[in-house]
């Protein structure tokens, strides 16, 4: 069992004759100095357990001096103030000074309960310290195992503040936004995303960030040794190896180009028998021709995609930008889908402000990008309505931002990194949609991004979606319309 020592440090020969007395009963060794440096070094030398100081070596009755009785050596001890029953409030001020309890003298009552109580404050104090201790080594460690990674980690606070940023995740998010909000260091969001909102726990996604690759992100929470809850996130490079990128674009424009001539030929001899040129028809084969002509219609739109798809991916296509409005966009896009969604009974709703600024775009390629997004919402929504909306953000020398929201069918959390992925089509055994290969939205974000721009969704299944595009405004001007 270990044997407790006290230390007393004080000139009350009678206080400390009382307490020798009780410690000594109780089996615990004890030491008696004076209140000043000497009396520390012994102490010290003791090794005590827990120091009682004499609140009586200070004059008129002040509360403990820790700070100097912890510079003068008794750096982590605990500290017990010994008072007379009259200076009760330098008791009370001691304890908020930082002494872990308080003991009268000249009672005549034992002094040793108060002694094993102060002892027992004491030791937990001791413990705590040493969790913080450990809690502060485990979070040095985890920061210096973070620091040497090759991917990108960061911690934020609760109120989605970085906190930290290693040396990866400087280079790619830039220094600057240490301290900043974190929602900031994905897209071009303005406000605490769906991941740092709703799980309070860890969490799994994935991000394309500035550099243009893919991450997969997992966060934890830790405890600071502040006793603050952080949120450390570590991001793992997922974008597909170079190689085999180049092998499957190479793939897709092989096939889609040899797929073409076939097409064209079964297109041409449909239309040779349809106008009766090889002879006459029955209704039932006439029905039939009608069948393979719309098959092969919609397979020559995979083709025409897929060539599309192989020219945007490998960067063989020239965007033919000029100064524009968001509104003339809008309208080709319009012009395209107005009767599809008239056909299906869904509002299209548009939303333009006049004071927009103007962007500098491919006016034809960016259509054909939000022309497919809400392409997309009009498949995948039942009824409800679609908005197209435009607005401004000042952020990055100014972006306008143009969102496609719907109420359709959303876009399980697990497959919201992936839709962006070339092929990739969520599988919902309640829904079957014929038309589509996967393809749009791998064009769309590459579109996108050569305009300098981002796009990136947000959806909650069976809610609806929300996808946005994020494009540099034209320097310098604004939208006079
Ligand atoms: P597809 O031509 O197959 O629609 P996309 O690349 O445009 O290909 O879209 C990929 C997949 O993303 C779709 O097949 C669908 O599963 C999902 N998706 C896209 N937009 C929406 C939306 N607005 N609502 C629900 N799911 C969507």
Redesign the pocket.
């Known amino acids: 069992m270990k044997v407790y020592k006290v230390a007393y440090l004080g000139s009350d020969s009678e206080a400390a004759l009382a307490f020798e007395f009780a410690l000594s009963k109780a089996g615990m060794r004890f030491v008696s100095a004076t209140g000043d440096q000497s009396g520390v070094k012994k102490a010290l030398e003791f090794n005590a357990d827990i120091v009682l100081w004499d609140l009586d070596n200070n004059p008129q009755g002040k509360p403990i001096p820790l700070e100097q009785i912890r510079k003068a050596g008794l750096v982590k001890q605990p500290v017990a103030v010994v008072v007379s029953p009259d200076n009760v409030d330098g008791a009370i001020q001691s304890l908020a000074a930082g002494a872990v309890d308080f003991i009268y003298k000249q009672v005549r009552d034992d002094p040793l309960p108060r002694i094993v109580a102060a002892l027992n404050v004491g030791q937990k104090q001791r413990r705590i310290d040493w969790c913080n201790r450990v809690i502060e080594d485990t979070n040095k460690q985890l920061h210096g195992i973070l620091s040497t990674l090759k991917d990108p980690a960061y911690g934020v606070s609760p109120e989605y503040q970085i906190l930290y940023m290693n040396r990866a995740a400087e280079e790619i998010f830039g220094e600057g936004l240490r301290g900043g909000a974190c929602f900031h260091m994905f897209y071009d969001r303005t406000e605490p995303c769906e991941i740092c909102d709703k799980s309070k726990g860890p969490a799994r996604w994935r991000a394309v960030l500035k550099n243009g690759k893919s991450y997969r992100f997992i966060s934890a929470l830790i405890r600071n040794e502040k006793g603050e809850v952080e949120k450390i996130a570590v991001g793992t490079d997922v974008t597909p190896d170079e190689e085999v990128r180049k092998i499957h674009k190479t793939f897709i424009s092989n096939v889609s180009h040899d797929l073409r001539t076939p097409l064209a030929a079964i297109d041409q001899y449909v239309n040779i028998m349809m106008d009766g040129l090889a002879g006459e028809l029955t209704d039932e084969q006439r029905q039939c021709l009608d069948v393979i002509k719309r098959s092969s219609f919609r397979l020559g739109n995979i083709v025409e995609n897929l060539i599309d798809a192989s020219n945007i991916l490998s960067g063989h296509f020239k965007l033919k930008t000029q100064v524009a409005t968001v509104q003339e966009i809008l309208d080709i896009v319009l012009d395209r889908l107005q009767s599809q969604a008239v056909d299906k009974g869904i509002t299209l709703q548009v939303q333009v402000p006049d004071d927009l600024p103007l962007v500098y775009a491919d006016k034809a390629r960016m259509a054909q990008v939000i022309a497919?997004i809400a392409g997309?919402?009009i498949?995948?929504t039942e009824q409800g309505m679609i908005q197209i909306r435009a607005g401004f953000m000042p952020r990055d020398g100014g972006r306008v931002i143009i969102s496609v929201e719907?109420t359709?069918?959303?876009?399980p959390k697990e497959d919201l990194g992936k839709?962006f992925e070339l092929f990739?089509?969520?599988e919902n055994d309640n829904v079957y949609v014929e038309e589509?290969?996967?393809?749009?939205?791998?064009i769309s974000r590459e579109i996108a991004r050569a305009h300098g721009g981002t796009l990136w969704t947000e959806?909650l299944e069976g809610m609806g979606?929300a996808f946005h595009i994020a494009l540099p405004i034209h320097e310098g001007q604004q939208a006079t319309r």
């Open positions: 497919n997309n919402s498949k995948f719907d359709g069918i959303g876009i839709i990739y089509r969520v589509g290969a996967g393809l749009g939205l791998a959806s979606s």
